[in-house]
DNA sequence: GACTGAAATGTTACATCATTACATGAATTG
DNA sequence: CAATTCATGTAATGATGTAACATTTCAGTC
């Protein structure tokens, strides 16, 4: 029993509009705002926050992106074996902005035998650690 | 070194605002807003967002309270132990919004052998577990 | 081709969370 | 008691996220 969200298949296709978010998450290493990434797609005829929550919502669904927490904000999914499902850490550069994504086994024993324990049934769990990257210090 | 947020040790007594804050968060083990801690002090004579958020800021500082980062809400240390620097983790029931605060050495150990692998420097770190409490499944 | 239902998109308005800038008051200390 | 510092108060605004509803697109079917 991993504490990991369920992940729906991604579609034959991304819509126009999945398609424009992705790209530009895709493009960068940093994590963007919600509005960050509409102020980049005024050109292709966004216009309202609401689109880009409805796209950012399927990708997180379909495992393409996450949502960093700490920093209300998204980064495209780089993840390694994106199919397992392990937990999923971020690593926050506070200097660059660099976000690493990891998964480790040993992080899931440790977070099910805690859950376990307290017989505590998760769904979900949001790792984030903030720091200074290698190339920073 | 441990991935811990530095904590100011508390004045001899808290101020008026920062006690107000304070017996609101710990007169519940609900995360609360600072909106809904606003709206439990209106009687108290407080009127603005900043006001909360000054005093919430001094009770992080002084480890009184936590920030959970997935909810955007905040809630009273129940830490048994908060002098150790121990990494802090947070169980939160979607059923019933209780919050259990959590340390473990080995999550600690976990944490900075990744660091140290990754040549990483935390300076914070968030864990929080979503789920089901074992009294709401 | 026209009808139909479902999915995607668009538009407006609003709700929620958080900070900036500046003014006032209260306590401390040199 | 002047100067300083800290706490508080007030107003305005910025940043993030959602609800409600209209329109368009498109696949399947007749």
Tied chains: 1, 2.
Excluded at 19 to 39: C, E, R
Excluded at 59 to 70: I, K, P, W, Y
Excluded at 88 to 108: N, Q, R
Aim: charged fraction near 20%.
């Amino acid at each position: 029993m991993s504490p990991t969200a369920q992940v729906t298949p991604p579609p034959r296709t991304l819509t126009k509009n999945e398609a424009l978010v992705f790209g530009i998450l895709n493009g960068t290493d940093q994590p963007l705002s919600a509005y960050a990434i509409l102020d980049q797609l005024r050109d292709d005829g966004l216009r309202a926050p609401v689109q880009v929550y409805r796209a950012l919502d399927r990708l997180l669904e379909f495992g393409m992106a996450h949502r960093l927490e700490s920093l209300n904000a998204f980064v495209a999914c780089n993840h390694d074996h994106p199919e397992e499902a392990a937990q999923t850490a971020f690593a926050i550069c506070e200097s660059c902005g660099k976000v690493t994504e990891f998964t480790d086994p040993s992080l899931d024993e440790y977070l099910a035998y805690w859950a376990k324990s307290e017989n505590f049934a998760p769904t979900r769990t949001t790792l984030e650690l903030r720091g200074l990257c290698s190339a920073c210090q």
